[in-house]
């Protein structure tokens, strides 16, 4: 089946414990992007990778960094994670840029104490 | 550059009556544009696209949008609103001419009411 897997579903942290939101999707996308989701202010674009090591900031990449190193997987990284950064975050992949469309993994809600 | 903007974070009707979704725009090249539902606890799906070829899109569970270049709007309707339409509706735009990045607006809640 054609998806984007996010790890992990849920999680809960504490101020500066670095961690790690993995993404894989199995479609041999070039685009990879990641979100976060907060309420009022919709989705907004933390990073995207048009392919292997390349990668672009979007409109929020503070505090996160990514990699993308093999096509398949775009993890993000919260080196020292802050209370503000308590989101519901979204990975997303398509083909290429254009009109192709995004799909979507389930997202991962993390909250930071 | 480019950004969406979505009128209404809530919208309310009745089963059965029209939907109407309002999406407008803002671009300095063609874009491309997208109406993506949420269903609770889940990731976004999409609904239908623009890429040019017709200015009237037809999507899925019966759902369709009409480009209008002089309005810069998108809106998203639907003719008879189902209980199974409750959902977050977000409109979208990439830019063509190779464009990465994609850009949401701030969403919609739609609720009907039986």
């Known amino acids: 089946e054609a998806q984007v897997t996010q790890n992990p579903r849920y999680l809960i942290t504490v101020t500066g414990k670095k961690l790690t939101v993995t993404c894989s999707q199995n479609?041999?996308?070039?685009?990879m992007s990641w979100y976060r989701q907060d309420p009022g202010l919709g989705l907004r674009q933390i990073y995207y990778s048009m392919n292997v090591e390349v990668t672009d900031k979007g409109d929020v990449p503070e505090g996160y960094k990514v990699s993308r190193k093999e096509k398949r997987n775009f993890p993000l990284i919260l080196e020292s994670p802050s209370p503000n950064q308590t989101s519901l975050y979204f990975c997303?992949?398509?083909?290429?840029?254009?009109?192709?469309?995004?799909?979507f993994g389930a997202g991962s809600r993390l909250t930071v104490l | 550059a480019q950004s969406v903007t979505q009128l209404g974070s809530h919208v309310s009707v009745s089963e059965g009556a029209l939907v109407l979704l309002r999406c407008n725009y803002s671009?300095?090249?063609?874009?491309?544009l997208f109406w993506y539902v949420q269903y609770p606890n889940q990731g976004l799906q999409l609904l239908l696209k623009y890429t040019s070829a017709a200015t009237l899109v037809k999507g899925i569970n019966g759902f369709e949008a009409e480009f209008k270049k002089s309005e810069t709007s998108f809106h998203l309707t639907k003719p008879s609103a189902h209980m199974s339409d409750a959902a977050e509706y977000f409109c979208a735009v990439r830019l063509s001419g190779g464009y990465q990045k994609v850009t949401f607006g701030t969403g919609t809640k739609l609720q009907v009411i039986p």
């Open positions: 671009s300095s090249v063609p874009p491309y």
């Open positions: 997303a992949s398509s083909l290429s840029a254009g009109a192709n469309v995004l799909t």
């Open positions: 479609m041999n996308h070039e685009y």
